[in-house]
């Protein structure tokens, strides 16, 4: 079965949530702190799985909301292979 969307919206709202921030807010900062053009209505569409993460919003979304980028990809099941030492 082929996969649309991402694997990973479901985190970037916890991780949102967590932080206290609104989508409007997550979508400025990436804006401002890393000059990625996307609008709250992109924010809604990731977050519901119905838009692709592309690798250099995996590593800004992690800057912004403060997590690792390894949890937003596999959320606490990241595989060993992957984990520093």
């Known amino acids: 079965m ?4 991402n694997i990973c919206g479901k985190r970037i709202r916890l ?12 979508a400025a900062a990436l804006n401002v702190d890393f000059k990625i053009d ?9 977050e519901r799985g119905q838009r692709h993460v592309k690798d250099f ?3 800004a979304l992690a800057n912004v909301l403060d ?3 390894l ?3 596999f ?3 990241i595989p060993e ?3 520093m030492s």
């Open 71 to 73: 949890w937003i990809l």
């Open 2 to 5: 082929k996969r649309k969307g």
């Open 38 to 46: 996307i609008t709250q209505n992109g924010i809604s569409e990731l």
């Open 81 to 83: 292979k992957y984990r």
């Open 67 to 69: 997590v690792n980028p």
């Open 15 to 26: 991780a949102r949530v967590d932080k206290e921030m609104a989508q409007i807010d997550l």
């Open 57 to 59: 919003e995996i590593i």
């Open 75 to 77: 959320g606490d099941k």
